[in-house]
């Protein structure tokens, strides 16, 4: 029987499967470790992949486990969306403490990182801890609240990040400046997604249920809000250049990294003095 929640499954097929092979491109072009925030696109494609197979395959042979996977598949989807905003604004964080006196350092990135994967770890243990009643609705778990709680914390620490960088944009290489707008182009799509968890997690209606919610909702608040962020994403992936640690002068030179300061300095008529690499590289 083709269930509403079918048709939502149906575009995650759809647009996910070649969303995976960009993001896995991407990821190759920029490197695994330093591409930690296209790395968490990759696994978001994925979880959304599996999930959807999930919804099909428990139409046919439900059962409480694969309901429960559905549900926390779903739940901790948001959670890739946020560390990837968090890696990507690494990226751009680690070009501006090579030129300037460094504001944040990877001990602020870790910290926020670590927020978001308790968060992670919270809304799995509380999707474990789900009973169905007979309609199929459930009530949050408390550890699920508290995960999507740790969610708006870093999120909104990843926010400040960008807010407080932004001024210095000015003094990083001509793509990288594409970088933090297109992370306030996605902001208010994550913050729908993120309010849309809020509701699940937190309210009454049985129009925030991720089991038996409206499906134009979720469509509305949840589906549309993560294509057009991953989209962006991969695209702003695809436009910039792979980012080795090195940089080049204008001429294509590879420099080091203290020389690459030194002739940012030259080039400005100013000493910039020396910089280091504090955020991508580590995260």
Not at 156 to 166: P, Y
Not at 208 to 215: L, M, P, Q, Y
């Amino acid at each position: 029987m083709w269930l509403a929640h079918d048709t939502v499954a149906v575009l995650g097929l759809i647009f996910y499967i070649p969303a995976f092979s960009l993001a896995l491109y991407v990821c190759i072009k920029h490197g695994f470790r330093r591409s930690s925030g296209w790395l968490y696109i990759l696994i978001l494609c994925l979880v959304r992949i599996i999930g959807s197979v999930c919804q099909f395959i428990s139409n046919k042979n439900p059962s409480t486990g694969l309901l429960q996977a559905v549900l926390i598949l779903d739940s901790i989807g948001i959670s890739p969306l946020l560390l990837a905003t968090l890696g990507v604004l690494s990226r751009f964080v680690d070009f501006v403490n090579t030129r300037a006196t460094p504001i944040f350092t990877v001990r602020h990135f870790r910290i926020v990182q670590i927020i978001l994967t308790l968060g992670v770890v919270l809304s799995i243990a509380g999707g474990t801890s789900i009973t169905l009643s007979a309609d199929g609705s459930y009530k949050s778990a408390t550890s699920s609240k508290v995960g999507v709680l740790l969610y708006i914390v870093g999120f909104s620490a990843t926010i400040i990040i960008s807010l407080v960088s932004v001024p210095r944009r000015s003094v990083v290489p001509g793509k990288e400046r594409h970088v933090p707008v297109v992370i306030f182009l996605a902001i208010p799509f994550i913050v729908v997604r993120l309010l849309y968890s809020v509701l699940c997690a937190f309210g009454h209606n049985r129009l925030f249920s991720i089991a038996t919610g409206s499906v134009s909702v979720t469509i509305g608040m949840s589906v549309i809000e993560e294509f057009v962020v991953v989209g962006m994403y991969i695209l702003l992936g695809l436009w910039l250049e792979k980012y080795n640690g090195r940089h080049t002068d204008s001429g294509g030179t590879d420099l080091g990294i203290d020389k690459w300061v030194t002739w940012l300095g030259q080039r400005d008529g100013v000493w910039a003095g020396r910089g280091e690499n504090y955020a991508a590289r580590q995260l």
